[in-house]
T-cell receptor, first 112, second 116 residues
Framework: DQQVKQNSPSLSVQEGRISILNCDYTNSMFDYFLWYKKYPAEGPTFLISISSIKDKNEDGRFTVFLNKSAKHLSLHIVPSQPGDSAVYFCAASGTSYDKVIFGPGTSLSVIP | GAGVSQSPSNKVTEKGKDVELRCDPISGHTALYWYRQSLGQGLEFLIYFQGNSAPDKSGLPSDRFSAERTGGSVSTLTIQRTQQEDSAVYLC??????????????FGEGSRLTVL
């Protein structure tokens, strides 16, 4: 039973355009949501997070939107750059003390 | 270094042998996770240690898998009688959860296990 879903295995975007990566979750007890980025042969690195008391969090080119009623969040990258090409994982937990569950990832390719 | 350290970085073993993978978390981090990523797959949760609480072992795929965390620091993931389907990258992460803290996970670079 996959609690965190990323239904798009891959996404291709032109440099300079917006990249939108989507994530859905099934567990209504999740309160913290995180996005991680992973390059080949490296461990994932933290990008941005949001707690359920907010519906938006922005950090530079990265913005995460949370729609708790729809159990949906998205990561927007504007403008997209070739260096953003990586696998992006959505993750969620109940509290900061709970285990973190990851989605299957979306591979983003930003085309120069 | 200051990051999460995993060893070995690569391990090739024969089917049926036991393997041990080691993780040195960031000093002071109370939470430690093991995940694995099989080829073309996402991050599969294996086990979670948090402070002195009993570990959450709900992700271990079989009783051939076990993990220990000694002294609240270093952790060892042991796979007994390895099978070819155990081939994957095993990732360790640590965090310092707390009130008002999202408990961001810091990952090591992983141990790539190949079972022949």
């Amino acid at each position: 039973d996959q609690q965190v879903k990323q239904n798009s295995p891959s996404l291709s975007v032109q440099e300079g355009r917006i990249s939108i990566l989507n994530c859905d979750y099934t567990n209504s007890m999740f309160d913290y949501f995180l996005w991680y980025k992973k390059y080949p042969a490296e461990g994932p690195t933290f990008l941005i997070s949001i707690s359920s008391i907010k519906d938006k969090n922005e950090d530079g080119r990265f913005t995460v939107f949370l729609n708790k009623s729809a159990k949906h969040l998205s990561l927007h990258i504007v403008p997209s750059q070739p260096g953003d090409s990586a696998v992006y994982f959505c993750a969620a937990s109940g509290t900061s003390y709970d285990k973190v569950i990851f989605g299957p990832g979306t591979s983003l390719s930003v085309i120069p | 270094g200051a990051g999460v350290s995993q060893s070995p970085s690569n391990k090739v073993t024969e089917k049926g042998k036991d393997v041990e993978l080691r993780c040195d978390p960031i000093s002071g981090h109370t939470a430690l996770y093991w995940y694995r990523q099989s080829l073309g797959q996402g991050l599969e949760f294996l086990i979670y240690f948090q402070g002195n609480s009993a570990p959450d072992k709900s992700g271990l795929p079989s009783d051939r898998f076990s993990a220990e965390r000694t002294g609240g620091s270093v952790s060892t993931l042991t796979i007994q009688r390895t099978q070819q389907e155990d081939s994957a990258v095993y990732l360790c992460a640590s965090s310092s959860p707390g009130l008002g803290n999202t408990g961001e996970l810091f990952f090591g670079e992983g141990s790539r296990l190949t079972v022949l």
